[in-house]
């Protein structure tokens, strides 16, 4: 974890660290992490997180323009989705159709701030993975907003049912589809102006989401569990690689 913790847990990694020859891990952050605890650069390896590979894809007709999957409690920050839903009214006048899917002890309260702000957003409780999978098969457009999330499954998922995706840049999210689209894909955390922005930037204009589903298909196969298992084969096989 990448979180703030006390100087004794810190010395004790650093310790632990050292009786390792490398490491893999899932994202560049979680390297640059393990780089200043005292690993070489170049003995961490990133395999990503995407720990399946694509199934067959249905094909659905995009009938939903924003998804977001997640156990909705306070770090998932569904809150601020629903904030830029209201700007993109209030800012742009479009109202694109939402759906949010998941359970969480912050359901509730979301259900409550949509209605307040009069969204037409359609709440689903937690699916089975097939469910959820054709929900974003049917969306143009999938919207992370976590806090802590540093490489979250549901951004794979979407991603492997190649669906655009933006992301807090709090994600911890590290990729090629990030490197590639930097900025336009990417907000800060709490900043629904900027979430709007984005997400009108992107729905809205058929080359980039066109573009941007050509950088998802390519970035699930490059961080697909088969590639994951040729980078470790090969390291694996020459010995020297790893320390």
């Keep these: 974890s990448e979180a703030k913790i006390s100087m004794l847990r810190l010395l004790f990694r650093k310790f632990i660290l050292k009786r390792y020859d490398g490491a893999f891990v899932y994202s560049k952050l979680a390297k640059e992490y393990l780089n200043f605890l005292g690993l070489p650069q170049e003995r961490a390896h990133i395999l990503g997180n995407n720990t399946f590979s694509p199934k067959r894809i249905p094909n659905h007709a995009k009938s939903i323009d924003l998804i977001n999957v997640a156990f909705h409690n306070a770090n998932k920050n569904t ?36 209605s307040k702000l009069g969204l037409s957003v359609k709440f689903v409780r937690s699916k089975t993975p097939d469910q959820v999978q054709t929900l974003l098969s049917k969306s143009r457009l999938f919207v992370h907003c976590g806090f802590i999330d540093r490489w979250p499954q549901t951004y794979n998922e979407a991603q492997i049912n190649g669906v655009p995706c933006i992301v807090s840049r709090n994600s911890g999210i590290a990729d090629y589809y990030v490197d590639v689209n930097g900025e336009l894909v990417t907000y800060s955390c709490n900043d629904e102006f900027e979430l709007a922005n984005a997400i009108n930037a992107v729905l809205f204009n058929s080359r980039v989401i066109d573009r941007l589903t050509k950088d998802t298909k390519t970035n699930v196969l490059m961080y697909n569990c088969n590639t994951a298992f040729d980078v470790m084969n090969r390291i694996f096989q020459d010995g020297d690689s790893i320390g």
Excluded: D, Y
């Design 79 to 114: 809150v601020v989705l629903l904030r830029a839903l209201h700007v993109l009214r209030e800012k742009f006048g479009v109202e694109p159709s939402c759906i949010i899917v998941g359970n969480g002890p912050e359901l509730q309260n979301l259900m409550t701030i949509a």
